[in-house]
Structures are given as C-alpha cells and as structure tokens.
T-cell receptor, first 114, second 112 residues
C-alpha cells in the first residue's frame, strides 16, 4: 500500500455523462498530481494542486476540472465524457511543492466510457 | 516528436540475465531522472532517482545518466521473475518543476 488512496477502482459510464474521481494523498503530503495513462499516450500530466491551490496545469481538457479540499484530498471531475476518455487515471502525491525525488502514486481508477 | 522516447518492447529474457532498459530525450534542460516500475493493475512505484550525469546503484539495480548523449539506462542484474513489470523512465527540469515527463514504458518479462 503506497499510502495514496484512489476511489473508485473501476468506473463504467456512458458517453456524455459526468464522473468524479477521488484521491487521498499520503499523510503529510501537500501536493497532489493527476495523470492520465492510455495505451497510445502513456502517462500524461493533467494538473497539480499544492495545499489547496492550483500549481501547474498540463494537457487537461476543458471538460475536466479538479480541486483540492482543506483536508488535502482531491477530486478530478470529468464531464461530457467521450469514448476517448477511457483510460487509467492516477493520482500521486509528494511532500512539498518541490519535486525532489519523485511522486508516490495511487493504484489508479480505471474509467471505461461506453 | 516526443520529449522522451522509450522502446515499449515487449522484452523477454531468461531468469538470471542482465537486463538493459533505455530512454532518450530531446530536452537538454532535464536534470532529474527517475525509473518507475509498474506492475499490472497497479500504480507506478519509484525505483531509482538520479540527478544530472553519472551512475547510481541500489542492490541489483543500476541507473546511468549520460547527459551529453541525452540517454539514460537502467540495468537489472540477476533478474528474477518478480521483476516482470513495465518500467517507465521519467524526468524533469529542476526540483521546482511541477510535472514529470514520462517515457512510454517498456514491458519486461523474466522467464523462469
């Protein structure tokens, strides 16, 4: 167990729907990162939050949004889902806003859009 | 062209063999280099972390960075079936950078 908890583990939903993925970082970690992993694109950075504030944004679609709450858990919201959004979504956390020695990843949420 | 290139394999070797995994990159600003191991249906876990050029050894694993060639390697000695996984290289520009750039990952199978 890495200490980063992601729920749900699996999600199957229809096109056009909206889903929320949840992540609880390791105890003491202030930074949360969201990544999307697909077969053709590999691991792609979506967005980072540090202590409740957005710190960096990657190739995140406008249909996607995220937030980090005062208790430091984070949610990734995906709306108007398309078939191409089917992927593994990983959350990772690190102790501070500085990326000194990598992240700790959760086990991911597998999203299937049908 | 991707910033980080990694042969996706698959790579299959017999138990006990020395395994060499490699990545090339195009951005000379990268300074921090990592190797992650990802088992099926699990998240990536950090194996090795190096800064700038040089070698780093940890047990059966050795990471090498050659910044002049923009080339990094991971060597696994005395490979075990439990080493069967996907190995991803990752890198970033400085410790203040907020994201890692990952390679595609190489799928490795160690045959008993």
């Amino acid at each position: 167990d890495s200490g980063v908890t992601q729920t749900p583990k699996h999600l199957i939903t229809a096109t056009g729907q909206r889903v929320t993925l949840r992540c609880s970082p390791r105890s003491g970690d202030l930074s949360v990162y969201w990544y999307q992993q697909s077969l053709d694109q590999g691991l792609q950075f979506l967005i980072q939050y540090y202590n409740g504030e957005e710190r960096a944004k990657g190739n995140i679609l406008e249909r996607f949004s995220a937030q980090q709450f005062p208790d430091l858990h984070s949610e990734l919201n995906l709306s108007s889902l398309e078939l191409g959004d089917s992927a593994l979504y990983f959350c990772a956390s690190s102790a501070a806003g500085l990326l000194v020695d990598g992240y700790t990843f959760g086990s991911g949420t597998r999203l299937t859009v049908v | 062209q991707k910033e980080v290139e990694q042969d996706p394999g698959p790579l299959s070797v017999p138990e006990g063999a020395i395994v060499s995994l490699n990545c090339t990159y195009s951005n000379s600003a990268f300074q921090y280099f990592m190797w992650y191991r990802q088992y099926s249906r699990k998240g990536p876990e950090l194996l090795m972390y190096t800064y700038s050029s040089g070698n780093k050894e940890d047990g059966r694993f050795t990471a090498q960075v050659d910044k002049s060639s923009k080339y990094i390697s991971l060597f696994i000695r005395d490979s075990q079936p439990s080493d069967s996984a996907t190995y991803l290289c990752a890198m970033n520009k400085d410790k203040g950078a907020q994201k890692l750039v990952f390679g595609q990952g190489t799928r490795l199978t160690i045959n008993p």
